[in-house]
């Protein structure tokens, strides 16, 4: 009889460890890939962009617009200054804010946003959840028949330097790759 219960605390045990090993297993790994645009310029930019109707690929014709971001996923932008570079974004930063909705113009019906940058300031306009990298995203979306979960089309950064209008893919690949979870694009 003595031996009953240091078996059945081994096998709780073993239970216990199976378990364990399988959550870790089959838990998966998830992240958030933020996408910036750096002002490098010595004067302010305006950036213009399109609020996707496709939000987690489904359709958004339905929803009633009365602001550009009045849906669950997407939010205004997020604005850091005294950003010089990316190494210096930093998604929890202190410094980051919201922009509030008199700092931003939206056409509600064309869903496009407008609003000005500082010098030296990073905005956030977009992000994405498990983002695989520009390519694989593309080749995911050609072979699945969907819409690329990336689409800020047309992008429009206007400057002392110029305008800049990016389109289709342009707009997805002008924003370099830092790191999985940061993607900038930068003005000069």
Not at 20 to 32: P, R
Not at 120 to 134: P, R
Request: some cysteine; overall charge neutral.
């Amino acid at each position: 009889m003595k031996d009953i219960f240091p078996r059945r605390k081994l096998y709780i045990y073993a239970r216990t460890i199976c378990l364990i090993v399988s959550l870790s297993i089959f838990s998966g790994c998830s992240w958030v890939s933020s996408f910036y645009i750096i002002n490098n310029s010595d004067n302010d930019i305006m950036i213009s962009y399109r609020v996707s109707r496709y939000i987690s690929s489904k359709p958004t014709d339905n929803i009633d617009f009365s602001d550009c971001f009045e849906t669950s996923a997407r939010s205004a932008p997020y604005i850091t200054e005294n950003v010089r570079k990316a190494s210096e974004l930093r998604s929890a930063s202190s410094d980051r804010r919201q922009l509030n909705s008199n700092e931003y113009f939206c056409d509600v019906e064309e869903r496009v946003v407008n609003f000005k940058v500082a010098p030296q300031t990073a905005v956030e306009i977009h992000w994405e959840v498990n983002y695989l990298g520009h390519e694989k995203e593309s080749e995911l979306a050609m072979e699945s028949g969907r819409v690329h979960r990336l689409r800020l089309e047309p992008l429009r950064l206007e400057g002392s330097q110029g305008s800049i209008v990016y389109e289709g893919d342009q707009a997805i690949k002008a924003f370099k790759k830092e790191s999985n979870t940061k993607y900038v694009l930068e003005y000069n």
